[in-house]
């Protein structure tokens, strides 16, 4: 696989569940993103990890936990989310933070919570 | 609150027409500037980037880029049916968060 790979593509989930979002890039980057994108509103950045560290927490809510266990893999680990939180989540990674290299975005998660 | 404005459409062009993207953004000190093309139900997909006042031309896209108005376009030639998509525009500062933009859905028409 290249690039940047996202599972599942799908998930309805209810409220009472927990579940996790898996992202992996093959590019040898050293950061990687979370992004939430709603209907009508701009991508929202969630979190941002660099060599394994977070360097960036959006006023997320504490029902979204993220993971990063390497450079290469990054969880997002849901659980009791709100209808509201339905959106398509997506992950992205770039060669480093704090400079101005591209991102490239993975295939997105569509999250339904029910 | 940094902002990024852009319309978000539809512009509607006939094929081989100019389509023209605009958007303008609100922190003065932005750094860097990216224009993203997103398919209906897939992710965004990196077009072209620009760090300097002026032109940058890649193919039939060129970014266009004036700090002092705050303003960056994106100007698609020879527009064809499969360049109707959502463009997004982003905008960093001196941090790498990307702020983007609503987005502007083009439909070029046969």
């Known amino acids: 696989e290249t690039g940047v790979t996202q599972t599942p593509r799908h998930l309805v989930m209810g409220m009472t569940n927990k579940k996790s979002l898996k992202c992996e890039q093959h590019?040898?980057?050293?950061?990687m993103y979370w992004y939430k994108q709603s209907a009508k509103k701009p991508l929202e950045l969630m979190f941002v990890?660099?060599?394994?560290?977070?360097?960036e927490n959006n006023s997320v809510p504490s029902r979204f936990s993220p993971e990063c266990p390497n450079s290469s893999h990054l969880f997002l680990h849901l659980h009791t989310l709100q209808p509201e939180d339905s959106a398509l989540y997506l992950c992205?990674?770039?060669?480093?933070?704090?400079?101005?290299?591209?991102?490239?975005f993975g295939p997105g998660t569509r999250l339904t919570v029910t | 609150q940094k902002e990024v404005e852009q319309n978000s459409g539809p512009l509607s062009v006939p094929e081989g027409a100019i389509a023209s993207l605009n958007c303008t953004y609100s922190?003065?000190?932005?750094?860097?500037f990216f224009w993203y093309r997103q398919y209906s139900g897939k992710s965004p997909e990196l077009i072209m980037f620009?760090?300097?006042?002026g032109d940058k031309e890649d193919g039939r896209f060129t970014a266009q880029l004036n700090k002092a108005s705050q303003y960056v376009s994106l100007l698609i030639r020879d527009s064809q049916p499969s360049d109707s998509a959502t463009y997004l525009c982003?905008?960093?500062?001196?941090?790498?968060?990307?702020?983007f933009g609503t987005g502007t859905r083009l439909q070029v028409f046969p």
């Open positions: 992205a990674s770039s060669q480093d933070y704090g400079t101005p290299y591209e991102q490239y």
């Open positions: 590019l040898g980057h050293n950061a």
């Open positions: 990890y660099s060599l394994e560290e977070r360097v």
């Open positions: 922190d003065r000190g932005s750094q860097s």
């Open positions: 620009i760090y300097s006042n």
């Open positions: 982003a905008v960093k500062g001196d941090t790498d968060k990307l702020i």
